[in-house]
């Protein structure tokens, strides 16, 4: 006689009582198809610890590996301005001036 031996085969836990995993908490590698948590991902600096696949990162996750999260940035008020007169059309220049 075992200690964990199952009375009845399968999952009985009813549709109501399941919970969600909240989005964001683990991540798929794409090549390896290896579950890990976020957490471990960003501790191996964004690569797969099985297969050594480098995940794509933002620039601002970048920024934070490269500088340990301690920069500032500068010049945030300095805005493109086209010297030249170049001709675009008017959908064109509201799109720049969006940005």
């Not at 948590?37 to 964004?46: F, I, P, Q």
């Not at 690569?47 to 990162?57: A, G, L, N, S, V």
């Not at 493109?80 to 509201?94: G, Y």
Request: glycine share 4%.
């Amino acid at each position: 006689m075992s200690w964990f031996k199952r009375l009845k085969e399968g999952i009985q836990t009813a549709t109501k009582n399941k919970k969600e995993t909240p989005d964001g908490l683990w991540h798929k590698c794409t090549r390896c198809n290896m579950l890990t948590t976020v957490k471990d991902l960003r501790e191996h600096l964004y690569i797969c610890p099985k297969c050594d696949y480098h995940t794509r990162i933002s620039s601002a996750d970048y920024f934070d590996i490269l500088f340990d999260g301690k920069y500032t940035r500068l010049f945030d008020e300095i805005v493109s301005v086209d010297m030249l007169d170049l001709k675009m059309s008017s959908h064109m220049k509201t799109d720049l001036l969006a940005i």
